[in-house]
């Protein structure tokens, strides 16, 4: 067990493929929105629906955020709310590249990364979800990536 957190054992294929998808939808989505990531919304949702809704609930929720405004108004809130989330922004780009580097790894591996910004990512999903941000899905998604899977195969 790692910080509260059992541990995965052998993950089973489908198990470390919806841990994949999920920490690396919440890496693109919490990136600073630009127009590259607005063209990818569209792969990205296709993505969430090979999840389950306790992981791709909150991954579209943050999608049809993105969705709605323009590209500008996004840029200002996502300074606002993010950066204004106590984190710096170096943090949250550090953070969207450990999930990134989570994704790319076996699941235990990945876990591990992940379970190492738990205290980073509870604090920033607390304070996205008190501000009601758009961006409180993807962090909601990874938090639950770690507590709401059944984490050991059942064999």
Known sequence: ??????????ASAALAEQLAIT???AALLISPPRQRLLSQLDSVHRAT???PDALGGPLR???????????????????????GSGLDPAEI???SETL???????AEAGRELVCGELP???KLR??????ESGWAGAITAVTASLTQLPLSDAR
């Open 1 to 10: 067990m790692t910080d509260g957190v059992p541990a995965l054992g052998t």
């Open 120 to 122: 980073r990512l509870e």
């Open 61 to 83: 929720a943050t999608i049809v955020h993105l969705e709605r405004a323009p590209l500008g108004e996004l840029e200002e809130e996502y300074r606002s709310t993010l950066d």
């Open 23 to 25: 920490w690396h939808c």
């Open 126 to 131: 607390s304070r996205l979800l008190g501000a």
């Open 100 to 106: 990134e580097a989570a994704a790319s790894a076996d």
């Open 93 to 95: 780009t550090g953070l």
């Open 49 to 51: 629906h090979l999840l």
